[in-house]
């Protein structure tokens, strides 16, 4: 794949990611996500011939479309128990005009688009397809653990670990103990 068109998948899904930051109706809170979904499955098959990243890819795509399809199918039932109203104002105030926001539709489609979700992020216990994902995009395996995210904001730095740092920089970081 050429450099161009793995810039092009980076550049779709962070304008993906951006316009679901001001997302305020249902369509838009579904397509934003689904587009960077999407450049991220055609990322995770960039080595074609590599079989794991295939395996990885497909895994991907089928968990993706799983997670897509449970998404939308609680966005229909809040589409149809707010009485047509697809901004989140206007579904907020038909809930509270028609007296469904207790009824059991609510919850339903509230265990819907929380399920939908948690397979988009994959947190546990949805979490079971995501290392073989991992596992199989090339260049995310040679990714360094020193260039982890927690890591590289400094959340979770004490004094210890940066003197540590300091006096050895290039040495191996076996035992990096997170709240220790």
């Known amino acids: 794949m050429a450099i161009t068109e793995f810039l092009l998948f980076v550049l779709t899904a962070t304008l993906g990611g951006m316009f679901l930051c001001v997302a305020n109706d249902l369509i838009t809170i579904f397509v934003a996500p689904e587009c960077f979904s999407l450049c991220s499955y055609l990322l995770s098959g960039y080595t074609k011939k590599d079989v794991r990243s295939n395996e990885a890819t497909t ?4 968990m993706g479309g799983a997670s897509s399809s449970i998404l939308v199918h609680g966005f229909s039932w809040l589409y149809g128990s707010s009485g047509g109203e697809i901004e989140l104002q206007e579904i907020v105030n038909g809930l509270i005009n028609t007296q469904m926001y207790n009824s059991p539709g609510i919850s339903t489609t509230l265990i819907f688009i ?8 994959s947190p546990a216990p949805s979490h079971q397809w995501t290392p073989d994902v991992y596992e199989g995009v090339r260049f995310v ?5 020193s260039l982890s995210i927690s890591e590289m904001l ?3 730095k004490t004094p210890w670990t940066c003197r540590r740092e300091m006096l050895s920089p ?3 970081r076996h035992n990096f103990y997170l709240f220790k």
Do not use: C, D
């Not at 895994?59 to 089928?62: C, E, G, H, T, V």
């Not at 395996?141 to 653990?145: A, E």
């Open 59 to 62: 895994k991907y795509l089928l």
């Open 114 to 121: 929380t399920v939908g979700i948690r397979f988009k992020l």
């Open 170 to 172: 290039l040495g191996p």
């Open 141 to 145: 395996r040679k990714i360094p653990t």
């Open 154 to 156: 400094g959340f979770f």
